[in-house]
């Protein structure tokens, strides 16, 4: 199963037993509620749509990240280059960037427990 909360969006996509995807989007206060379904199991356009390493690719850059500040006790709202800001700044000497590919580990070396939580 997959969830994303995009602003007032929540948007839920898991498959069934039967492999059709199942979309389920709604408005926060509940008035919006919208299912799709789209067997998965038959070649064609949307097969490749919902299959492809570019959509994954995609949907980590573009996600955004529920971080915890542990002084104030804000949550925030996080765009993948914030989490990678905030892991590589201030380094100097030999450091090299952490990226889309290895961010968790950086966050979970670097980041996470000291000023921020990343809400999973």
Request: aromatic share 14%.
């Amino acid at each position: 199963m997959a969830i994303l909360h995009a602003d007032k969006w929540h948007i839920e996509a898991y498959p069934d037993k039967d492999g059709h995807l199942k979309i389920f989007i709604k408005h926060e206060d509940g008035t919006e509620i919208l299912t799709c379904d789209t067997d998965l199991g038959q070649p064609g356009e949307w097969v490749e749509r919902f299959t492809t390493q570019a959509i994954e690719n995609k949907y980590i850059i573009s996600h955004l990240f529920t971080v915890k500040d542990k002084y104030t006790g804000g949550f925030y709202l996080w765009t993948l280059d914030q989490i990678l800001a905030e892991i590589n700044q201030n380094r100097s000497g030999p450091w090299i960037d952490y990226n889309e590919s290895d961010w968790e580990e950086g966050w979970d070396n670097w980041c996470e427990g000291g000023t921020y939580t990343l809400i999973k």
